[in-house]
C-alpha cells in the first residue's frame, strides 16, 4: 500500500499517527484510510466499543443494537462496527441520531460504501463520523477483507458486544480476536432456537460477559447513570422502532434510510412476546 498522503477526501494516516492499541496486533497496519474525524480514535481503546452482529439481524436484534448504542454514544463512548447491514448499520445509525461518535471500518476501499446500498449510512459517518481502511481508495471486496477488517474493529476498542450472531459469522469473527487481544467481551442473550442467536449465546456459554440491560454495558466502562436516576438504568426501553415511526430513523439531524433488506417491520412482534423475550414479565 502507497498511502500517498490523500486521495479526494480521503486522508492517509501514517503509523505515528494511528493510536498505540493497534500495536497490540501481530500484524499492526501500515496506516489507515480516513474519511472524517480522526480525532475520534486518540481515545482508543479506553471509550471505544464495539457493537456487531449478524447481517440477518432480528427485529429484536436491531432494537437492542440501538438502544445500545444509543446509550453508548449519549455516556460520551465512541461507537465502532463495520458498516454492514444489519447489527452494524443499526449501531452506527443510532449513534448519530444520539449525537455520538461512531466509526465504520471497511474491509473495502474507505470510499467504497459496502452494500452499494449504504451510500447515505458511509455518506453520514464521513460527515459527522469516521470511516476507516487498511484498502486503498476504489478498493471493493476481496478474498479475507473482512477478518482483516474485524481485527482493526477488535483492538479499537475496549469492549466487543455481540447482539445476535450465528455460529459461523463475522461478529464472532470479531469476537474471537478481541478475547486473542485480552479485550473485554460481551453478548446479548438470544432465544435458544435462533439460528442467529447460537454465536452468541455460546459465547455467554463460554464466559462472555452478559449484557441483559443497558447500564451492564455502561458498567464494564465504570459508568453508572442509575446513581443519578437516569433512565439508562432501566431495562429495555418499551419505545421500539415502530412506536417511534419509520420517519424518525430518517429524520432527525441525519436523513438516514431505513434498512429494507435487514428486518422486516418489528410489529409484526406481539408487545407481550417482546417483554417475554426482555425478561419483563
Not at 35 to 43: I, K, N, P, Q, V
Not at 197 to 207: E, P, T, V
Not at 222 to 243: Q, T
Request: glycine share 12%; charged share 20%.
Amino acid at each position: 500500500m502507497k498511502g500517498p498522503g490523500s486521495s479526494g477526501a480521503a486522508r492517509w494516516l501514517t503509523p505515528e499517527e494511528l493510536p498505540a492499541t493497534f500495536g497490540d496486533l501481530p500484524r499492526r497496519p501500515a496506516g489507515l484510510w480516513c474519511l472524517g474525524d480522526a480525532a475520534a480514535l486518540e481515545s482508543a481503546p479506553v471509550q471505544h466499543v464495539a457493537i456487531v452482529g449478524t447481517r440477518e439481524a432480528t427485529p429484536y436484534g436491531i432494537r437492542i443494537a440501538e438502544q445500545l448504542a444509543a446509550a453508548a454514544a449519549r455516556a460520551g463512548l465512541v461507537v465502532v462496527s463495520g458498516l454492514a447491514r444489519g447489527i452494524d448499520a443499526a449501531a452506527h445509525r443510532a449513534a448519530l441520531q444520539a449525537g455520538g461518535r461512531t466509526i465504520g471500518v471497511q474491509g473495502t476501499g474507505v470510499d467504497v460504501p459496502y452494500p452499494a446500498s449504504h451510500r447515505a449510512l458511509h455518506a453520514a459517518l464521513a460527515e459527522r463520523g469516521t470511516v476507516l481502511s487498511e484498502m486503498e481508495p476504489g478498493t471493493g471486496a476481496t478474498p479475507g477483507c473482512f477478518p482483516r477488517r474485524n481485527r482493526l474493529i477488535a483492538a479499537l476498542c475496549q469492549v466487543t458486544v455481540v447482539v445476535e450472531a450465528p455460529f459461523k459469522s463475522g461478529a464472532i469473527n470479531t469476537a474471537t480476536q478481541a478475547l486473542e487481544l485480552g479485550r473485554t467481551v460481551a453478548a446479548v442473550p438470544g432465544r435458544v432456537d435462533d439460528t442467529t442467536a447460537q454465536g452468541s449465546n455460546q459465547l455467554i456459554r463460554d464466559g462472555a460477559q452478559v449484557i441483559a440491560e443497558v447500564a451492564d454495558l455502561l458498567a464494564l466502562f465504570s459508568i453508572h447513570p442509575g446513581r443519578g436516576g437516569n433512565s439508562d438504568r432501566v431495562r429495555w426501553s418499551d419505545e421500539s422502532v415502530a412506536a417511534r415511526g419509520a420517519g424518525a430513523r430518517r429524520g432527525g439531524a441525519f436523513d438516514l434510510p431505513t434498512e429494507m433488506d435487514a428486518v422486516s417491520d418489528v410489529r409484526q412482534f406481539s408487545e407481550s412476546l417482546l417483554r417475554t423475550e426482555l425478561g419483563q414479565q
